[in-house]
């Protein structure tokens, strides 16, 4: 176990900003997290998990406590069972399973993070989240200081929600367990448009499992959505902001906005999320607003490639990020009446 005072927290980040932390623990085992937690909340010092970094805006004074950065390993393929150490890399463990001609998080594939963050969120794309597959979490219950196993059931997920984001500060996530499917090698039934259009079959088919995941790596990449070092519209947390879900009513009214700010015959996207609400698209709503994609004059700007992921061009503090944020939000519920709600967790600073 790494112990370093006064650690530098933006290189553990993909934005690659953040000011430093009173102390940075680098746990390898599942005892050694819990130590950690149980000491900091033993006395009262404030404690910040870091898994991969992808989805942390950590403000430029750092974090004045002590910042435990899971670095566990394991990942246990036992028939169509996965079991993955919360430190086990996200992308990695999709990848074997692929090798291993399963189906079910293969259109999950190039999302960066941990494997502990996937259900703090109910982590999703092109037509996949997590909660589909995953039947258990096991965590650190700070509350009633013990390690519990969370049943999916349990877990509520909801759209990039879950118990364990409700309540942050009570579950350290230890390991999480998933059933995937073995379909002969066949991909899960596709689900979303765009990567049924790429392989040129139709929503509801299913592919080679290998052709499913290759397709949304390309369809990632191409909006700056796989991490390159080399490539500043990646050092981003991805989306920055989760698609709007509005009400019947709520809806009706942004069609109003819509129809008197771009003519009566635009339609914005509209996706059924339950009786009552409808989902629309956040990155429609900041492009329509007058943010394209490259918009920006300073070192935080949106990504040449997607509206969705705010980016730094390198040299970019929290507060350009955050300036750049507002602007957005503020552009979008001027325009359209909806209001952005971020992605990524905030450490020291607010939208």
């Known amino acids: ?89 996200w992308s990695d463990a999709v990848a074997r399973t692929v090798e291993a001609g399963l189906a079910g998080v293969e259109c999950l594939a190039g999302i960066p993070g941990s494997a502990g963050a996937t259900p703090i969120q109910n982590v999703g794309a092109y037509g996949q989240e997590v909660s589909g597959v995953i039947t258990e979490v096991v965590a650190y219950d700070r509350r009633a200081e013990e390690t519990v196993v969370v049943p999916n059931a349990d877990c509520d997920f909801s759209y990039r929600h879950s118990r364990f984001k409700a309540d942050p500060g009570r579950y350290v996530v230890l390991r999480v367990r998933l059933q995937l499917e073995d379909a002969g090698g066949l991909s899960a039934p596709l689900r979303y448009a765009e990567t049924a259009r790429a392989l040129g079959v139709e929503p509801g088919d299913r592919v080679a499992v290998a052709d499913a995941h290759d397709t949304v790596l390309k369809l990632r990449a191409g909006k700056g959505m796989v991490l390159d070092a080399d490539d500043h519209d990646t050092w981003s947390a991805g989306s920055f902001f989760t698609n709007p879900i509005l009400t ?53 700007r949106i990504s040449t490639k997607h509206t969705l992921a705010l980016t730094n061009r390198g040299g970019a503090t929290a507060e350009d990020l955050l300036a750049l944020a507002r602007e957005v939000v503020a552009g979008v519920r001027e325009a ?15 939208l």
Do not use: H
Request: some cysteine; hydrophobic content about 45%.
């Open 248 to 300: 019947d009513a709520e809806f009706e009214a942004f069609l109003v906005r819509v129809r008197d700010r771009l003519g009566a015959d635009v339609a914005p996207p509209a996706f059924p999320d339950g009786a009552g609400r409808i989902k629309t698209s956040a990155a429609w709503l900041i492009d329509r607003a007058g943010f394209p994609k490259g918009y920006g004059e300073g070192p935080a």
């Open 1 to 89: 176990m790494q112990d370093i005072q006064d650690a530098s927290l933006a290189p553990l980040t993909t934005f690659r900003i953040g000011g430093p932390a009173t102390r940075l623990v680098t746990a390898v085992t599942d005892d050694e997290i819990v130590a950690v937690v149980r000491e900091a909340d033993a006395a009262g010092t404030p404690l910040l998990i870091i898994g991969g970094g992808s989805n942390l805006v950590i403000g430029d004074k750092g974090f004045d406590g002590t910042a435990l950065r899971i670095a566990t390993k394991g990942c246990t393929l036992d028939g169509t069972t996965l079991e993955l150490a919360a430190g086990e890399i």
């Open 336 to 350: 359209f009446g909806v209001t952005l709600v971020n992605e990524p967790v905030t450490v020291g600073v607010t």
